[in-house]
């Protein structure tokens, strides 16, 4: 079965950087676009950012542009984002998503704190 789990959340002051990964099972990685959600206190999902499959196409939210760089491993199946320059409104739970045959894969989650 599809597995995605996300690491890497923690407290960091704001100016910090934080790198979080998802690590993916029980699906072709190779041929599948990877996205970053968020979801802070009280608020919807938010999509974060995309890749392709291949890694050579990404997109960003506008209010991370310039700031997140998300990243992939095919052959360790992994996912990244590297997030720097971190300000107190990134603080959410940030998720992991793949669509694959029409069905969308969630991971738990990891919580990012941004506060001094």
């Known amino acids: 079965q599809v597995q995605l789990v996300e690491s890497g959340g923690g407290l960091v002051q704001p100016g910090g950087s934080l790198r979080l990964s998802c690590a993916t099972s029980g699906f072709s990685f190779s041929i599948s676009a990877m996205r970053w959600y968020r979801q802070a206190p009280g608020k919807e999902r938010e999509w974060v950012a995309v890749?392709?499959?291949?890694?050579?196409?990404?997109a960003y939210a506008d209010s991370v542009k310039g700031r997140f760089i998300i990243s992939r491993d095919n052959a360790a199946k992994m996912l990244y984002l590297q997030m720097n320059n971190l300000e107190p409104e990134d603080t959410a739970v940030y998720y992991c998503?793949?669509?694959?045959?029409?069905?969308?894969?969630w991971g738990q989650g990891t919580q990012v704190t941004v506060s001094s």
């Open positions: 998503k793949v669509t694959y045959f029409g069905s969308d894969y």
């Open positions: 890749i392709s499959n291949t890694g050579t196409s990404t």
